[in-house]
């Protein structure tokens, strides 16, 4: 039976992806990356540590160390212009924790969905659907971070639970990494960490945002109608695991402005006061920041005990035993930096062509 999984992201700069949660390996190739661009791999190991289980107590105990092995398109530190191949191997898998699942669907995961699908499922962390796959989005994120220089891409948790960063904080990639939650502020990242500590103890989750602000990008970029800037960063934020929503600019909160607070006006000066479209416009960006907000649910895998369907249709009390995030939002911001990398370089590579 054909079986299309949609593993390739992007039109010009074209990910395609491979692996399971605790397969051998999981892995990917990059297409459409430029020559002669100067690899940082200082850079993509930072932005794998960042993303790696076991980096502190309020992440999940499996320890990878999630170093890709790159296997061709580089040579001698550079592009060369062929696809960039990279592998990355599965080192701390405990597929036994998974035996008890194999006929079970875990409640607010994908496995009744992939077995309604595909009529067969990897009960193993959830094989394909597993969050582990995207180790590999940050490897190409932090490669399509090279052809976009003068750009900063900041991404950062603004909630988890009911504790919020105040709009207007003073964020820096320091006071970003200064913190386990991510939170750059803090006051407000010291309570969302006891909040996750207390989760993590009590076996329960959380959920919370990632906000993200991309500064310097110029003007131009994005395809008007049925590729839009911002349709293709909502597509790509919806793709990563756990998320439930995508704001950009004022968001939600458009609902309950008029036209004329909307609406963003320059001074006499020419300098925009406010910026409710959130840097893009008709699907283009504008040049002035582009931000945005990613919700994510609380973590679906708990160990308190819960109802579940298994295989024959049988009620079951459950209780998921193995290493789980309490929170995925910490290690999911650097996923979502590496999405915000994918898509912003990918159409740069198209205006270029468009030039």
């Not at 892995?27 to 297409?31: A, E, Y």
């Not at 200082?42 to 190991?45: E, K």
């Not at 875990?106 to 995961?109: D, F, K, L």
């Given at each position: 039976m054909f079986a299309d999984m949609s593993n390739t992201f992007g039109r010009i700069l074209r990910l395609t992806t491979f692996g399971e949660s605790h397969g051998k390996a999981i892995?990917?190739?990059?297409?459409g990356f430029p020559a002669g661009i100067a690899i940082d791999f200082?850079?993509?190991?930072r932005q794998m540590a960042r993303r790696r289980p076991g980096q502190s107590a309020l992440t999940t105990e499996r320890k990878e160390t999630d170093k890709p092995e790159f296997l061709s398109g580089i040579f001698e530190g550079k592009s060369t212009g062929a696809p960039i191949a990279f592998v990355i191997q599965n080192a701390d898998k405990r597929s036994s924790d998974y035996?008890?699942?194999r006929t079970v669907n875990?409640?607010?995961?994908a496995d009744e969905t992939y077995t309604a699908k595909y009529g067969h499922r990897d009960h193993r962390g959830g094989g394909r659907s597993s969050a582990r796959e995207t180790a590999n989005w940050v490897v190409a994120g932090a490669l399509a971070s090279h052809l976009l220089p003068g750009v900063e891409v900041l991404a950062y948790t603004s909630q988890i639970g009911e504790v919020v960063v105040p709009a207007g904080s003073l964020v820096t990639p320091e006071s970003i990494d200064a913190h386990p939650s991510r939170m750059p502020v803090s006051e407000y990242a010291r309570k969302a960490e006891a909040i996750i500590a207390q989760f993590k103890k009590t076996g329960d989750s959380i959920g919370g945002k990632v906000r993200v602000e991309v500064r310097g990008l110029m003007p131009g970029l994005g395809e008007p109608i049925f590729d839009k800037l911002s349709a293709r960063?909502?597509?790509a934020m919806m793709t990563i695991n756990a998320t439930k929503a995508f704001e950009i600019g004022s968001g939600t909160r458009a609902a309950f402005m008029k036209g004329s607070e909307h609406n963003d006006a320059p001074d006499t000066g020419g300098v925009f006061s406010s910026n409710n479209a959130g840097g893009v416009l008709g699907g283009i960006s504008t040049g002035r920041t582009l931000y945005f907000e990613v919700t994510f649910k609380p973590t679906a895998s708990i160990s308190l005990a819960q109802k579940a369907l298994d295989s024959s249709g049988q009620v079951i009390d459950l209780e998921i035993n193995g290493r789980h995030d309490p929170c995925v939002v910490p290690r999911a911001v650097p996923v979502v930096e590496a999405m915000t990398w994918l898509v912003l370089a990918?159409?740069?590579?198209m205006s270029k062509i468009n030039a």
């Open positions: 892995g990917g190739v990059i297409d200082a850079r993509i190991n035996d008890h699942l875990r409640p607010g995961h960063l909502a597509y990918d159409f740069y590579l």
